[in-house]
């Protein structure tokens, strides 16, 4: 699919206009073909058109088993199913040192219908793997041994190092630069990884689990002093001092669903959820503080999630007063995105995920694939100082500028927001997705309506940057408009900026594909910036 993507492209990006005649000709040639193909194309052929390889991970850990199917660009797969089951493998582990038997039966049916749902769609691999309760336990040898016998499932049993490095892959996977402690609480253990730019440093797994540490004070422990312990045997967690925590695994996530439910925040999304690390812990401490009647009323997470929460409260806030980190940011992805990053070659690896992630987008749903590098180009001189964040935030939204098409035109704006800020789109905080979400809508309205405006402001953008959102996707706008979705007029025009105008250059032949519907989103998009508008013919 990658392959086919940069065939496309390149195709087209090195095109430059000749004559007016010879454009036209091409258009209609297009347009020509493109209804003559719709004679030969079957409802297979169309769906084998977005079908990519796919892949299909199964985690069997401490709390959750989950099966995971991927499909898409290697360095950006996206997830196509996903279905988690929670067995508590580890449950009572910590007394008796074997597997939760009823947690082994409920595994076992499970992992069944997995491995069935996984062949049936055609899956080129299935990769499983189980972490720290199988991996400690007297019998999980046995248990491995059974799935092998039962299901022809074959088990790779992480070491505490391997699951330590994959989650710390994990995250990389989808934040290529990312600086200070990845830390990654399970049912079984907690994993604790120094990345820097992306490289992955010192790493430890500690036994603090939360269901082994919820275990523990059902048992009258006090835990504190047991999670303090084993952190102190990590002689290098003040280097992420000042930096972020980047927390991983399903019990911190359930914090942080329950912290954006009671501040009111308006993206129910956990990855890239970013709080300021010292707030977080205050409530982490009110939490660890509630009664069992009091958790078991907290919204946003499931009941058996709920028992975890003061452990996961406790080690959080240790982490954080060890490590001292800045922010923390919450993702998504973990051990099984991990897995295939691990798989990658280094130059794979080295891709943005963001950009290829935004690429594969486009290519799935929208109609002009060709278009969306010449945009990036076509924009650089509406925006000629932006930062390199803002660039690349540029350049994927102009990968992502089609992807509305196919909803009714009245209500393309409003679904393409919505598509947009909760897309499986990698590399991106939730300032980011605002933004993103935001030109997507001015695509196609021209404009940014108030409850989008407000729920931008409540993640973090501010009004300079929603003004930035609006223009791009003015421009996207326009530039749909101008070329009908062709990308060789772009290539040999231009804007030019200045402190007072906005101008338009053209190739002479241009002219031809102005109107007034064209003037008007011109003009609009350099009333938005504060510019005079002014069109040229070159």
């Known amino acids: 699919m990658t392959d086919h993507i940069l065939q496309l492209r390149n195709a087209g990006k090195h095109r430059a206009p000749t004559e007016q005649s010879q454009m036209v000709s091409r258009v209609a040639e297009n347009i020509v073909v493109g209804v003559e193909d719709q ?20 985690d069997i850990g401490s709390n959750s ?17 996903n279905e988690k089951v929670m067995c508590g493998l580890g449950r009572g582990m910590e007394s008796s040192g074997r597997l939760n038997p009823g947690g082994v039966g409920l595994a076992l049916d499970n992992l069944g219908r997995f491995v069935a749902a996984a062949s049936a769609m055609g899956v080129s691999r299935v990769s499983a793997f189980a972490t720290a309760a199988v991996r400690d336990a007297e019998d999980g040898l046995e248990f491995i041994t059974t799935l092998k016998k039962t299901l022809g499932l074959d088990v790779r049993v992480l070491s505490g190092e391997e699951e330590a490095r994959l ?11 990312a600086t200070g402690l990845v830390g990654d609480l399970g049912g079984g253990s907690l994993e604790l990884v120094r990345v820097s730019a992306g490289a992955v440093h010192e790493m430890g797994t500690l036994p603090l689990g939360a269901l082994r540490l919820n275990e523990s004070m059902t048992n009258g422990v006090t835990i504190g002093a047991i999670v303090k312990k084993s952190l102190g045997t990590l002689d290098w967690l003040d280097a992420a001092e000042g930096e972020t925590l980047y927390a991983v695994g399903g019990a911190w996530r359930a914090l942080a669903k329950v912290h954006m439910a009671q501040s009111g925040y308006s993206l129910r999304m956990i990855d890239g959820y970013g709080v300021s690390a010292s707030a977080f812990t205050e409530f982490a401490k009110l939490l660890a503080r509630q009664s069992d009647q009091a958790l ?12 975890a929460v003061r452990a996961s409260s406790i080690v959080l806030r240790r982490v954080v007063k060890l490590a001292r980190p800045k922010w923390i940011v919450f993702i998504a992805r973990g051990v099984r995105e991990g897995l295939l990053y691990e798989a990658l070659d280094r130059q794979t690896r080295s891709l943005d995920p963001l950009l290829t992630s935004a690429a594969a987008f486009g290519q799935r749903f929208g109609r002009f694939t060709e278009v969306g590098p010449a945009l990036s180009q076509w924009t650089d001189g509406l925006f000629p100082n932006d930062v390199p964040r803002r660039r690349r935030l540029r350049h994927a939204a ?24 909760t897309s499986p789109l990698m590399g991106l905080d939730h300032g980011d997705r605002a933004f993103l979400a935001l030109v997507a809508a001015a695509r196609y309205r021209g404009g940014i309506e108030e409850d989008m405006r407000l729920m931008a402001r409540n993640i973090g953008l501010d009004e300079n940057e929603m003004r930035d959102a609006r223009a791009l996707g003015e421009a996207l706008r326009l530039g749909y408009t101008i070329t009908a979705g062709q990308p060789d007029l772009l290539h040999d025009s231009r ?22 519907v064209v003037q008007k989103r011109f003009n609009d998009l350099a009333g938005t910036l504060r510019l005079e508008p002014l069109l040229e013919a070159r």
């Open 39 to 58: 004679e030969h194309l079957s409802l297979e052929s169309l769906r084998s058109r977005y079908r990519a390889t796919r892949i299909a991970v199964i």
């Open 65 to 81: 088993i989950r099966l995971v199917a991927f499909e898409g660009a290697p360095r950006a797969p996206t997830p196509i199913f």
């Open 167 to 177: 989650s710390a892959y994990g995250v990389v996977s989808g934040f290529a630069n």
């Open 495 to 516: 804007f030019v900026r200045t402190d007072t105008t906005l101008t338009l250059q053209l190739p002479e032949f241009g002219g031809d594909f102005i109107g007034n």
């Open 398 to 421: 102009c990968e992502l500028g089609d992807t509305g098409w196919f909803d009714h035109p009245d209500y393309r704006h409003r679904h393409a927001w919505g598509r947009i800020l």
């Open 296 to 307: 078991s009323k907290l919204p946003a997470i499931s009941s058996k999630r709920t028992e």
